[in-house]
């Protein structure tokens, strides 16, 4: 795939998105980020259920596309791919599994069972994006997310922490950059779990 392609400007990609409804194009092929196969377990489970909000985003990233940025002040996007949702709700369903299988919460989800939850994760995805290399055909995938838990009842904040994690790659390839989106979003998130676990008293078990 050449790099001119992948530094198309934004609005073209969207008019050709426009042309694929109209039968011109084929519809992109389809992706997504997965919850990380391991993350940490407690070695206790708490009586608290905890919900996980959809983490807060600019407009460049709140979409479906696959961003690429040729420099720090352009966004392009991967023609003839996508992922399956929005980034910021691809996190969310992977930081729920992850948080579910960590075996430390009685309910893990999105909203809560009954009034309000015991403890709400709110985010803020700042980064997730492929940024091409100077001079090189690869390109590094950066994911960056701050969070804050929060006490649902007072609104109270526990505690708060940035994430961050990168992944290179040899090439622009489509599968390469997912794959590498997938290892850093599994490594961001289950670097998160394990704090999670660490403040709200059900450290992980080793």
Known sequence: MMLRLLAIPAVALALSGCAALLGGVPAPDLFEVRAP???????????????????????????????????????????????????PVMLQTAMVRALEDSGAFRFV?????????????VSELTDFQAELLPDQP???????????????????????????????????????????????????????TGWVLGRVGAPPAS
């Open 138 to 192: 690869g390109a590094t995938i950066r994911v960056r997310l701050t969070a804050w838990l929060v006490r649902d009842t007072d609104g109270s904040v526990i505690a708060s922490r940035s994430f961050q994690r990168t992944a290179t790659t040899a090439s622009t390839d489509t599968i390469e950059v997912v794959e590498a989106f997938n290892a850093a979003s599994a490594d961001m998130v289950r670097d998160l």
């Open 37 to 87: 196969a391991e993350v940490p377990t407690a070695r206790r489970a708490l009586a608290r259920d905890l919900v996980v909000e959809v983490p807060e985003t600019a407009g460049a990233l709140d979409i479906d596309r696959i961003m690429i940025q040729p420099n720090p002040v352009q966004a392009a996007y991967l023609p003839r791919a996508a992922w399956s949702g929005t980034a």
């Open 109 to 121: 989800g999105r909203r809560p069972l009954g009034p309000s939850a015991d403890f709400a994760l």
